[in-house]
Each structure stands twice: as structure tokens, then as C-alpha cells.
């Protein structure tokens, strides 16, 4: 019986397919990246067309490696969550661009309703707050500001990323799982399909979306044309749930954050739907034979996507690891702050038209102390929430990480002393990816749970806080200041 399994880890800038044993191990990876359109200022859109042919390519080269569709016991897809693709059910072609997660065209919507006061009613049902970050209101404009969504009349398919794949995989089947689908803003956290009161409120017409399923499980089957055999579809999470589950959060209370693009940070609150006080996120960590479990979420719009924008669009940086270089090379931040807000504050300040703000420069500060407080601002946002989850009941004892950022030791030791907690980092950091791979392999029957399948997962290595209290308390109330200044504009 085969046992490899293939994983598709589609993110914000780049798609990947990645080769997995039953053990863990990964035999191989294919990678290309994906061009970000930014039309205007908060505006950002992929096209979904090109994010199909990049995946195909990368999966056709793995199955290639291994020796045939016949060699892959399963596949399991983990996805960028929130970006919403309108593509044609007869030929599974794109009608207009993606519109990713970070964008903010529909954030006057988002006001409106908050001013008509129908946030609680949305966060009482779904979990989540009305911000343009979640995938109903795009859903909502693309209907209403592209006549190629507006006219596809029966054969509009609407769906996030994950959804797309697989109906482009399959050759049709059109389903979501119940962790993409709480993303939405369509989906109450106790309810098993589409919520008639939500599609109401952004007009999203049900017949065009796709139909919620378990994260394991048999989930549909790829053509058998594509790949030279049918090979089943056994997993999907979005990509902070299936990192959740890499690093083995299987418990009530475990808690990961992912440095990505954005940082992300999920805590396992078991069988009942959490319920945040301080503008957290109650969200599906994942399903099961219909049986949830949920996370508490906390959600950071910038966090890698800052240092590329620094060694891309504004030269500070000539290579993404001389940021810890820098860091490292000089005792401070010489009063630097650097408030990340590129694309807005996410949690806990949901500001949409929130600006970035760079304070406390002098003529005796260095490029390095702007890339040190670049680095420096990851903890803060994540000492940010660290408050406000405790404010909600849950406390922190320690925080496992992940993400392309984590490889930065100085970040993560930093991480380690502005929270004052043990900072635990996989050694493997590809958690996303081997949590869609424990999700497949699951939903394949190779192992009977996903506590069984954490044998999958590799050691950490732990950070221990090493600074005086009255360093932490004098660098948080500085980054206090700067935020403050933020919101006050």
C-alpha cells in the first residue's frame, strides 16, 4: 500500500508541492512563486489562473519524483486563508482576480455595518469581526463591481483557494472544509452549512458555493486523467489551523504563532466554540467525522511581509537574514519604533486604515536600529495579544513557533523576552505543511487519529527569557507610545 503523501501548500507568495512519508520525513519539495497585483493602495489581488498552473506543475513534479500517482496514498492541501476566487463550474477558469486576505477595498462596508450595529450579531454567530479581512464582504463586491461574477448567473462557483484547487483537481467537486468555511463570515461556529441570515447580508447567493466537509476524510478524488490515476484527497485546513496541528496544539490550551506573511496566533480551546471580550477570533481549528474542535485567534496583518518590503521596495536590507545581523549589531534600539500597520492593525485593534509609523529617529540613528526595531515589533504585537488572550481567560505558558521568520534566532529569543515565557521552535519549521500531512494521513486511515499521527512531528528547541524586567517594561511602554500615536491618527 502507498504511503507517501503529497502535500499542496498554496500561500500568499508562492505555492509548493511537497512529498511526505507516514513518518514525517519529506523526501521533496517544488516551489514557484506568485505575483502580487496591487491595482491601488490596499488593494491586492492574485490571479487565480496562474496560481492553478504553478500548482499543477509542482505537483506533476513530485508525482513525477516518486514514481507515479499510484506511489501517493493521499493528498492534503493547506491554503492562504480569506482570498476569495469567482471561477466558471463548466470550465474551472478564474473570472476576475483573486482578492487575497490582506486587501482592504471593502473595509467602507465593514464601517457601514458596524454603524448600522450588526457586529455582534456577526460575531455571536460566526466568531469573527467585521473587517474586510474576512472573505464575505469581497465575496459581496465582487458581485456587486464585476459584471463577469455578476452575470455567471448558474455557473458562478464562488469558494476560497482550498475550494478552487480541489474543483480544479477534481474535475468538479466543489467543497470547502469547516476550517476554511469559518473564515468566511457565512458560517456560524455551530452550524454544518451556510448561514441564510449572513449570505443575506452580503447578498452572496448560495448556490454558488461549495458544500463544507471534514479537514479528514475522503474529500473528493483528482481526475484520474491528471496524474495518470485518481489519487484521493484526504486533508485540507487553512494554513494557521494546519500549523496548529504541526506543532501538535492537540490539547486544550496549546498555542502556536506562525510568522509568515502575516503571524498568526491560534490557541486550542477544544469542543466549545471560545468567546472573546477583547476582539480575539473564535475560528474552526478542525473537523473530524462532524465533530469539531475550535481555536482562539489572534491575527497580525504584517510580519515577513515587513522585512521584504524593507529589502524590496525600500533597500534597507540587501538579503532577508542580514535583519538579524543588523539587530545584533548594535546594544539597542536606540529609542527606534516601528509600528508594522502596511496593511492595517489586525488583533486586537482591527484599524483598517491604520498607517505604519517609524518614531524615535535622531541623527545618531543607524539603518540597524530601524531593522532592529523592525524585528523588535514582532514580539510587541505578540505581547499585544498575549494580553488580551489572558484577558479573555487564557493564559500563555509557553508559545511553540513557526513560519520562515523562526529561522532569525535573534527574533526568537527576543519573542522569549518580551513575553516572558518559553518560546519552543520545531526542528522541522515546515509545521504548515506536515499538518496538512497529518490531516491526509488521517483521512487516508494511516492513522487512526491525529494524536496518533503526531509521531509525524520532529523536537523543538527551547528559548528562555534572559532579560531584567525593567528592560522589557521600559521597551513595551515605547512600543505603547508609538501605537497610540497610530491610533490617534
Known sequence: MAQNILVIDEGTTSTRAMLFDRHGKLHGSQQETLQQYYPAPGLVEHDAGEIWDKTLRCCEKMIEQVGGADKIAAIGITNQRETIVAWDKRTGEPLTKAIVWQDRRTAETCNRMKADGLEPMV??????????????????WMLENRSEVRNAGDNLALGTIESYLIYRLSGGQHVTDASNASRTMLMALDGHDWDEDLLGLFDIPKKALPRIVDCAGELASTASGLFGGSIAITGSAGDQQAATIGQACLQKGQTKATFGTGAFILSNSGDTPPTSENRLLSTVLYQHQGQRIYALEGSVFVAGSLMQWLRDDIGLLKYAGESEELARSVDDNGGVYLVPALSGLGAPHWRAHATASLSGLSFSSKKAH????????????????????SADGVDWESLRIDGGMVVNDWMVQDLANILDITVERPEFFETTALGAAMLAAVGAGIYASLEAAAVMISDLDTHQPNIDADVRNNRLAGWQRAVESVLAD
Open 370 to 389: 530601524i531593522a532592529r526595531a523592525a524585528l523588535e515589533s514582532m514580539a510587541y504585537q505578540c505581547h499585544d495579544l498575549k494580553t488580551a488572550f
Open 123 to 140: 460575531q455571536a454567530k460566526t466568531g469573527l469581526l467585521l473587517d474586510p479581512y474576512f472573505s464575505g464582504s469581497k465575496m459581496g
